[in-house]
């Protein structure tokens, strides 16, 4: 059965749905993971009563719901939904391992990721920060280092480079604009 809700807003309108590549894929080398892992998360957990009635793994991300190898699936089913737009994005910890680094594989892969949503004509709104740095990055000082734009930007060439030639024309800097705002200043 197809289901389309799209048939009711305008031909340019953007229907679709977004995600966090972090919480679809996971990722362990991450500020995210190394919180959900902690001692103090774990006693936060604890003394809230959620441990009484989840295990611990319940709050634990890992490979999530490994979304990175199911891709081709998750996509063809959102293009039965009848969306034609995807707000995702990649994981800078994936991309960048290591400061310096760029993971050639993950490219790859997002590179395929891109490729098959032109295939089934959905438009990628490609968000770059979901919330998650590399933990080398974290470990370094986070957004506060005092290199903090060149790891930015040393990243977003890199999935810049890959994705541009094949059409990903929107851009989403960081998700969630006003968060930040209320967080940061």
Not at 12 to 23: H, I, L, M
Not at 44 to 60: A, C, H, Q, V
Not at 168 to 173: D, H, Y
């Amino acid at each position: 059965m197809k289901i389309s809700f799209a048939k009711r807003f305008p031909d340019d309108f953007n229907w679709g749905a977004g995600c966090a590549s972090y919480q679809w894929s996971g990722c362990e080398n991450t500020n995210w993971a190394w919180w959900e892992t902690s001692f103090a998360r774990q006693l936060e957990l604890k003394f809230s009563g959620e441990l009484d009635t989840y295990p611990l793994e319940n709050f634990i991300c890992k490979d999530a719901c490994r979304h990175d190898r199911r891709y081709v699936s998750d996509f063809n089913k959102a293009k039965e939904f009848g969306f034609n737009s995807l707000r995702i994005g990649s994981e800078p910890a994936k991309i960048m391992p290591k400061e310096g680094v760029i993971d050639k594989k993950e490219i790859a892969r997002i590179v395929k990721m891109a490729k098959h949503l032109n295939r089934i004509g959905i438009k990628p709104f490609w968000n770059l920060w979901h919330w998650t740095l590399p933990l080398w990055w974290e470990n370094k000082g986070g957004w506060e280092s005092p290199h903090a734009v060149k790891y930015f930007e040393f990243y977003v060439q890199a999935v810049a480079d890959a994705l541009v030639p094949l059409g990903v024309t929107r851009w989403i800097t960081m998700n969630e604009v006003q968060r930040i705002r209320e967080i940061f200043l």
